[in-house]
């Protein structure tokens, strides 16, 4: 009888312990540090990545991409915002106003693309998106470029240090999808009017 007794109870635990093995495996997250050594910037992807909370529960590549375009969403509506903002209260430098209107419309054209996706990302969708990132680093636009020639200033220096965060998750997000979907480089049909138009200079009324 108390061998039996015996029996049972290792039969117990080790039905226990196998339990909590495959419970473990089953929530055992993606490797975010493994996979961000992959895109082009390693340690700004894990920082920002980790500090996501959604990152928890990512079990591969595909949801880690998923969220790398999400985040990239929110740091460029956070570049756009700020320059909004800024605009309102520098109206009457006609050039660091030009500067922060023509970064806003550009990064705010790209968060448009990247929230289509958002909630909703299947392969079309990540193709898409990385179509539109691929032909976003070919292009030479950037807030870099359009606020070249403005004198510098705490605004100016804020507004690009956002912008320049904003790119790098671009950059990653693109690594991500491209190590999600391996055929995301496959041409995407019908595919809308993705970069923003460069526009002629802007040239504002000087007050009186």
């Known amino acids: 009888m108390a061998t039996h007794r015996s029996s ?9 312990l196998l339990l909590l093995l495959l419970l473990q495996s089953a929530s055992a997250g993606v490797d975010v540090k493994a996979l961000c050594a992959k895109t082009p910037h390693p340690i700004f992807c894990t920082t920002t990545l980790t500090a996501d909370k959604d990152t ?8 880690l991409a998923e969220i790398a375009i999400q985040t990239a969403a929110r740091l460029g509506a956070a570049v756009g915002n700020y ?28 968060v448009s693309h990247l929230d289509d996706a958002e909630g909703e990302v299947d392969d079309k969708h990540f ?3 990385a179509a539109y990132l691929k032909l976003s680093e070919e292009d030479t636009w950037s807030c870099d470029e ?7 200033s705490p605004t100016k220096t804020n507004v690009l240090a956002k912008n320049n965060d904003f790119e790098k998750m671009m950059n990653v997000t ?13 041409p995407v049909t ?8 460069h526009k002629p200079p802007m040239v504002l009324p000087h007050k009186p």
């Open 8 to 16: 049972m109870s290792q039969l117990a635990l080790a039905s226990s």
């Open 56 to 63: 928890l529960s990512a079990k591969d590549v595909h949801a």
């Open 146 to 152: 359009t606020c070249r020639d403005t004198p510098p």
């Open 83 to 110: 320059a909004r903002r800024q605009m309102d209260l520098v109206k009457d430098d006609n050039v660091l106003w030009q500067c922060l209107d023509e970064c806003a419309h550009d990064v705010e054209d790209a």
């Open 174 to 186: 693109n690594a991500l999808i491209k190590l999600s979907c391996p055929g995301f480089a496959k």
């Open 127 to 129: 193709n898409e998106v």
């Open 190 to 197: 019908d595919m809308p009017d993705m970069l923003p138009l």
